[in-house]
Structure formats: C-alpha cells, structure tokens
C-alpha cells in the first residue's frame, strides 16, 4: 500500500525558504516518477515539479522555474522540493504525488495516480 505523507509546510517571508519532503509508508517511492503539484485558495491544482524515479530527469513550471528545485534520495525513499525566492503567490496547499505504475517515465499525474494530502505553505509578504 502506497502512502505518500508530506511535511516541511509552514509560514514564511516572501523572498525566504523552505524544503519540502515526500516519503512512502511502503516503501516503493524510489521505483516511482514523482512529482509536486499545488493548490492555492479558490484556483485548481496546478503542476509544479515532476522527477523520474532515477532522478537522472526533472521538469518544471514555469512559474517556478529558477526558484524550486525538485529531488530525491532514493536510499531515503524520500522527493524533496526546495523553494526559494518564495512569493506571496506561491502560497497554497502542495501534493506530493508518485505515479501508479512502477519505473514509468512521463510527468502526466492524473487521479489514479497516488497523491498524499497535502502541506500548506503561506508566504507573506
């Protein structure tokens, strides 16, 4: 069974830090492509970073990019975000989320895939 519990949210200055991480109770997180998505206050969840599960690849938006840094530690079991430059706008709720399918390669997450519940993160400016 697939748990995916993120942790690392919190209040911060709008130009400060944070890191986020992402682990699996079961353990299988190192086989699989994973990624951060985030929901702020009254808009849809939208992409924020994807690694594959090799960690040799990762992809970003492009409100995001230059700023946050997505990782893993597969020996952890562990996907991190490192956000910097935080802003006001990045203020919403982030998941952690890792694809279904063991060793698969694409960044498309959809609902069948296993997210966790989520950390809030508030910027203020």
């Known amino acids: 069974q697939v748990q995916l519990v993120e942790s690392g949210g919190g209040l911060v200055q709008a130009g400060g830090s944070l890191t986020l991480s992402c682990t699996d109770s079961?353990?299988?997180?190192?086989?699989?492509?994973a990624g951060w998505f985030r929901q702020a206050p009254g808009k849809e969840r939208e992409f924020v970073a994807g690694i594959r599960w090799s960690g040799g690849s990762t992809y970003y938006a492009d409100s995001v990019k230059g700023r946050f840094t997505i990782s893993r530690d597969n020996a952890k079991n562990t996907v991190y975000l490192q956000m910097n430059s935080l802003e006001p706008e990045d203020t919403a709720v982030y998941y952690c989320?890792?694809?279904?399918?063991?060793?698969?390669?694409?960044?498309?997450?959809?609902?069948?895939?296993?997210w966790g519940k989520g950390t809030l993160v508030t910027v203020s400016s």
């Open positions: 989320t890792a694809r279904k399918s063991l060793y698969g390669s694409t960044y498309y997450f959809s609902e069948e895939d296993y």
């Open positions: 079961g353990r299988t997180l190192s086989k699989r492509t």
